[in-house]
Nanobody, 120 residues
Framework: QVQLVESGGGLVQPGGSLRLSCAASGRAFSIVAMGWYRQAPGKQRELVARITSSGITNYADSVKGRFTISRDNAKNTVYLQMNSLKPEDTGVYYC??????????????WGQGTQVTVSS
């Protein structure tokens, strides 16, 4: 199995920045895609940003121009740089890896979640 460990969350004022990290460990694996999701209070979990194994990215409209997803393949790590943070960015952020487990089958793995709070 694959284990994901997140870090980098915290409390920040509006307009501030945070950088989230998610590192994978465990058995050898091949990554299909990596993503960041968040769940705000009283809302459903939503996709924030995604990056494929070839480096193609996409973002939720609400974070375009402010957030950047990146990866370090050598470290099996995905990052989310969050700038110009707004109170509505508050929530628990989860990383997600899609991994080839057998030919033709992708397994989903989730981090434990890290709290991001944007408040004065």
């Amino acid at each position: 199995q694959v284990q994901l460990v997140e870090s980098g969350g915290g409390l920040v004022q509006p307009g501030g920045s945070l950088r989230l990290s998610c590192a994978a460990s465990g058995r050898a694996f091949s990554i299909v895609a990596m993503g960041w999701y968040r769940q705000a209070p009283g809302k459903q979990r939503e996709l924030v940003a995604r990056i494929t194994s070839s480096g193609i990215t996409n973002y939720a409209d609400s974070v375009k121009g402010r957030f950047t997803i990146s990866r370090d393949n050598a470290k099996n790590t995905v990052y989310l740089q969050m700038n110009s943070l707004k109170p509505e960015d508050t929530g628990v952020y989860y990383c997600n890896f899609g991994v080839w487990v057998v030919v033709g089958t992708v397994g989903e793995y989730w981090g434990q979640g890290t709290q991001v709070t944007v408040s004065s």
